[in-house]
């Protein structure tokens, strides 16, 4: 559009796409570590997306974070009425309850006017209790649908970051250390060259699934997460970014 002719944005979104060899980028003016309205931004155009992908099969499975929580708060009804069914990707994943992926899918539903389930399942699981809950037939119901979304929403965050935000034993922290691990995305940590060196055993979308999901979102800006972005973006060519000025100017000079 005129604006970001006007602004240079769509020269960064050209730029980005070949720096990154993804199909398809969208950034946004301003940088959110600077100003936290520039990730409302972030939120506006992914709700534009959202809605321009819906079609019969609308289920959209959504991550937690801040960045996320955002997008929820810019979510509005779809004004073509289309149903939708958001569902949460994972688990609670150690966050504070506003940036649980279920919080998160709630608002969603409830500002859009669609449906939500969710996922009732601790954090972080042992082996055994994976086990058994994933045979329960309520959260077996409930991963059905996330697996079968046709929208993921997605942020990525910086590694060590995210391992002290979500207050990680010191076993795990020495392992993304050591692995060098710069970025984290739904509890996968990757290293400079987007190989995983570390995972948080959860009860979700996982991702090899992403493989199979028609549009798959990835929503994350402001130029400290520069590094993890670039990162991530290594195995998901097929990805959609929505980022910001911030981010991209630092992608681009990096
Ligand atoms: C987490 C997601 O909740 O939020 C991660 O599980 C993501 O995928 C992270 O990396 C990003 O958080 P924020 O607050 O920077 O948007």
């Not at 960064?12 to 946004?28: A, T, W």
């Not at 520039?38 to 937690?64: D, F, H, M, P, Y």
């Not at 809950?133 to 996330?146: A, D, K, Q």
């Not at 691990?181 to 990757?190: D, N």
Request: aromatic share 4%; charged share 25%; glycine share 8%.
């Amino acid at each position: 559009d005129i604006i970001k002719e006007i602004s240079g944005l769509n020269v960064l979104e050209n730029e980005l796409k070949e720096k990154l060899q993804i199909k398809d980028v969208i950034v946004v003016a301003g940088d959110s570590d600077q100003f936290p309205w520039v990730k409302k931004e972030l939120g506006r155009a992914c709700v534009k997306r959202i809605k321009s992908s819906l079609t019969g099969n609308n289920i959209v499975a959504v991550n937690g974070g801040t960045t996320l929580a955002d997008i929820a708060e810019m979510m509005t009804p779809d004004p073509k009425n289309k149903e939708i069914l958001f569902v949460p990707g994972r688990g609670g994943l150690g966050e504070q309850v506003e940036n649980q992926a279920n919080t998160i899918c709630a608002k969603m539903a409830e500002r859009a006017s669609g449906n939500y389930r969710l996922l009732h399942v601790p954090d972080v699981v042992s082996n055994e209790t994976y086990q058994t809950m994933i045979n329960e037939p309520s959260i077996r119901e409930v991963l059905e649908l996330i697996k079968s979304s046709s929208i993921v929403i997605h942020g990525i965050g910086d590694a060590i970051t995210m391992a002290e935000r979500r207050k990680t034993a010191p076993d795990d922290v020495k392992k993304i250390i050591d692995g060098n691990a710069v970025a984290e995305a739904f509890g996968y940590y990757f290293n400079e060259d987007g190989r995983v060196v570390h995972k948080v055993q959860t009860i979700g979308l996982q991702l090899e699934d992403l493989a199979n999901v028609e549009h798959v979102i990835a929503v994350a800006g402001g130029a400290s997460k520069a590094m993890a972005i670039q990162a991530y973006l290594k195995q998901a060519h097929d990805t959609l970014l929505i980022t910001d000025e911030g981010a991209a100017k630092e992608l681009i000079r990096g």
